[in-house]
Structure formats: C-alpha cells, structure tokens
C-alpha cells in the first residue's frame, strides 16, 4: 500500500469546521482513500473513503485532490465526540488487503 | 448489539504464560484479522482469516503467535511464553465481502506482560 502523510495533531474549536489533510503523492491510480477514526479506548472505526469524486456522508465529507495526491476530511461541525485519532487509509480496489494504519491525526476538540 | 467483541477486555499476565484471546465477528461477516496496537502508534495487521482459512500472516506473528478460527466464527489469539514486549492493545475486525471491505472493529483486548 502506497504511503500517507498526515500532521500528527490538530486543534479545533467546538461548532467550527475542522479539515483534516492527507497527503499521498504515490496513490496508484486504483487506490481508494479510506478514513477511519479512532475514540480514545475504542476499536477504530470506519468514516468514509473516495476513489476521484468528493463524497459526503452523515459523519463527514471527503475532499479529494483532481490529482489526486491529497485528500481532506471535513466535519462540518465538529462536536467534543468528534475527538479522536484520525487514520488516512490507501486501500486497493479489490478491499481484500488489511488495513495499513499510519500514526493519524489526534484531534483536539476545544469546548 | 451485534458488533464485533472481544474477551477478555484487559488481561494482566506475567512473563512467560501463555494467553489465549478470543473474539466474535459480526455474524454474518466471513472475514477477520487480528490487529495489534502500542501506545501512540496506529494499529499493525497480524493476521488474516476468511471464513476457517488463515490466508496471510504478518512478520510480527513470531513463532510464539497462533491464530484459529476453527469454524469460520469467532476465532482465538494465542501467545505463547508471554514477553514484556507482547504488551499492548489486540484488536480484532472483521468484514463482509464487499467491494470496499469496510472492516468493524471490536474494542480490543488490553495484554499487559509484567
């Protein structure tokens, strides 16, 4: 699976947007972007993945470069919840491959 | 609830012992793998099952680690001669076959090797 790269913390106010980035300058052009999070004492968790198209979901949207060598995952709204570890995932088209986790992004959500 | 789940959730064990993890897969999901997680890092692939078939091992699996899933559901970790090295989070998710495999993870089991 190609590479990811990802800042390891960011900081968001309560309410406000957060965009959190991914960079992934050796995507294939098969590859599909997963994002999953993980609470603190929790299992990770699915919240969205794209392949060229920004995608929305009721959990968040997707953002995804023409060139596809970097990607954005926005919360619209972002809630005390919504802190976690946030995972940038490569994933090739047939999904059969394990998941390659990175170290993330740790959102801090400021009340 | 009919998600992923694992027991024990904490398991303090000292070095040497042998301890067997075990986790239940969503039902109908024919697809598991076992994830390992230490502190500030992400989770690390183990190993893999589709229904009772063992199709990929990691090179973290150390001759130590044993992995079954006798039939085709819930499946059992094993680590034998525990070290203080095996500490950490071992996390289970499994999946249905789907295009995008999204995978559902259970809440882990916590190994703490004294």
């Known amino acids: 699976d190609a590479k990811t790269t990802q800042p390891n913390s960011m900081e968001s106010n309560e309410e406000e947007p957060v965009h959190l980035p991914c960079n992934h300058s050796t995507i294939s052009g098969t590859d599909y972007i997963h994002w999953y999070r993980q609470l603190p004492s929790q299992g990770p968790e699915y919240v969205i993945h794209g392949l060229t198209s920004n995608v929305n979901n009721r959990m968040a949207s997707l953002a995804i470069a023409e060139d596809r060598k970097s990607s954005t995952l926005i919360l619209h709204r972002a809630t005390l919840r919504d802190a976690a570890v946030y995972y940038c995932i490569l994933r090739d088209p047939s999904g059969n491959t394990p998941l390659v986790f990175g170290k993330g992004t740790r959102l801090s959500v400021i009340a | 609830d009919t998600g992923v789940s694992q027991d024990p959730r904490h398991k303090i064990t000292k070095r040497g012992q042998n301890v067997t993890f075990r986790c239940d897969p969503i039902s109908e999901h024919n697809r598991l793998y076992w994830y390992r997680q230490t502190l500030g890092q992400g989770p690390e692939f183990l190993t893999y099952f589709q229904n009772e078939a063992q199709l990929e091992k990691s090179r973290l699996l150390s001759d130590r680690f044993s992995a079954e899933r006798p039939k085709g559901s819930f499946s059992t970790l094993e680590i034998q001669r525990t070290e203080q090295g095996d500490s950490a989070m071992y996390l289970c998710?499994?999946?249905?076959?789907?295009?995008?495999?999204?995978?559902?993870f259970g809440p882990g089991t916590r190994l703490t090797v004294l």
């Open positions: 998710a499994s999946s249905f076959r789907a295009f995008y495999n999204e995978q559902f």
